[in-house]
């Protein structure tokens, strides 16, 4: 069996961990997507911001592989998942990506540490105990491993959420609307882990928000409008993204 490592890989943000080359997403007469060609730096936290239906959940779908884009060409550690099989291409999002949902998305049966631990399970590893720790640590849930889902609050079920992201050390974790159904405190609990995420372990994040608080704690924020990136707002401020979030 293999086993994960606890051994710290910090990377600093550097060359490309995700990049999009005139990805273009169809639903019938629908573009979801039109034309977007993108680089996320290694180690940076991007938030993707736009209006509802603008494309942001197409969006992430497409740049992690969960669907695939009508046209162009979607890159992960340098890989054109678009040339992977179906079976690779889950093999690939399972080992070197984590997600994060609006809805949580905890199996009700499972405990704590299971839910947490279920990504390595279904790849056939073990956690490795003192990596297990630490995630469990960072997230806060050390005295809550064998509680269910349904014994936690929003906030508690989202920072389990994200620990299961973070078992596999992924290189990328997105993350759609992650802070959508908790109050602001917990919210930001839940921002300080993947700001941690990045600092701390060298991860790069997606983060699909429509909250200007939410985007304010990523390095650049990437603004999409009807399928398409209009701009880009670095050491974004929430009076920043807020004004320029009006004029979309
Ligand atoms: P956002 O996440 O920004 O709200 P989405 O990516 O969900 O936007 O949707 C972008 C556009 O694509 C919308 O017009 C939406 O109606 C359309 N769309 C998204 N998913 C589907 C689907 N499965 N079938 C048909 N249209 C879809
Ligand atoms: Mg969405």
């Given at each position: ?5 606890a ?75 678009g ?17 994060v ?10 405990d ?93 994040i997606?983060l ?10 990523a ?9 398409r ?7 974004p401020?929430?009076?920043?993204v ?7």
């Open positions: 069996m293999m086993t994960m490592t051994e710290a890989t910090v990377r600093a943000t550097g060359p490309e961990a995700v990049g999009l080359d005139s990805v273009t997403r169809t639903y019938g007469a629908v573009r979801a997507l039109d034309g977007i060609t993108w680089t996320f730096p290694r180690g940076g936290f991007t938030a993707v911001m736009g209006p509802s239906g603008s494309g942001k959940s197409t969006f992430l779908h497409c740049a992690s592989g969960l669907d695939r884009p009508s046209a162009g060409t979607v890159r992960i550690g340098g890989v054109d998942i040339r992977l099989n179906e079976a690779k291409r889950t093999r690939l999002r399972r080992e070197r990506i984590g997600f949902f609006q809805a949580f998305n905890l199996i009700p049966s499972m704590v540490e299971r839910n947490i631990t279920l990504p390595l399970h279904l790849g056939g590893a073990e956690a490795d105990p003192a990596w297990l720790e630490e995630v469990v640590r960072r997230v806060g849930l050390a005295d809550r491993l064998r509680h269910r889902p349904s014994e936690l609050s929003g906030g508690q079920q989202q920072r389990a959420a994200l620990a299961r992201a973070l078992i596999t050390r992924p290189e990328v974790v997105f993350a759609d609307e992650p802070t959508g159904a908790l109050d602001p405190r917990t919210a930001r609990d839940v921002l300080r882990m993947l700001r941690e995420a990045a600092d701390l372990t060298g991860q790069t997606v699909v928000t429509h909250d200007p608080m939410a985007a304010a704690w390095d650049s924020v990437v603004f999409l409008s009807r399928g990136i209009v701009d880009e707002l670095a050491a401020t929430v009076s920043a807020m004004s320029r979030w009006e004029t979309l």
